[in-house]
């Protein structure tokens, strides 16, 4: 039989996904628990045995969101020392598809009232990688940039394919670099 921490983990992650469905076609704030319970498939009682309301739903989205990006944020940097660029590429390229799999969480954390919290939780994760300041300060345009250019191409609705804009953040994110490609 499935421990407790187990279930409620699955039922965490069921939510979850309900969420990150329902918000393909409505707003955060246009969600009710109700609406959320029947995407779900779980009666309203669960739910509150597990969240308090759908911002702590979200929470939860955003907080593994942001672990995956720290992932990315540690990865490019060790990318970048080797100055391999086709591994690059191909990084750039598992990120994009990542940001096209959650579109729907990364336009509200990319989103005008939200960018501002995520960047600097993303930038706490940089400043972890390398105490050097001017290193940090490149951190900060190149993530602060690239985050940017991420939240264009999803309101373009992706009309770049992700090759050509995995090597449009590849060169943008070594401008100034002496990589001999």
């Not at 929470?59 to 672990?67: E, L, P």
């Not at 969480?105 to 939200?114: A, F, K, Q, W």
Request: hydrophobic residues 40%; proline residues 1%.
């Amino acid at each position: 039989m499935p421990s407790g921490n187990l279930l409620e983990s699955k039922m965490k992650l069921r939510l979850q996904g309900a969420l990150i469905r329902l918000l393909q076609t409505k707003e955060l704030t246009n969600i009710t628990v109700k609406r959320l319970c029947d995407e779900a498939q779980i009666h309203r009682t669960t739910f509150y045995n597990h969240y308090e309301n759908i911002s702590d739903v979200f929470a939860d989205i955003k907080t593994k969101v942001i672990i995956q990006c720290e992932k990315f944020i540690v990865r490019r940097h060790k990318l970048l020392q080797l100055s391999n660029k086709q591994q690059i590429l191909d990084f750039y390229t598992e990120f994009l598809l990542i940001v096209q799999k959650y579109e729907s969480v990364m336009r509200i954390l990319l989103s005008d009232s939200s960018i501002g919290k995520f960047k600097h939780d993303l930038l706490v994760a940089a400043q972890k990688l390398d105490s050097n300041v001017k290193l940090y300060y490149e951190k900060v345009y190149i993530i602060g940039g690239m985050f940017d250019v991420i939240r264009y191409w999803l309101d373009d609705c992706q009309s770049v394919p992700i090759s050509e804009l995995s090597l449009n953040l590849f060169e943008i994110g070594t401008l100034g670099r002496h990589c001999d490609f």
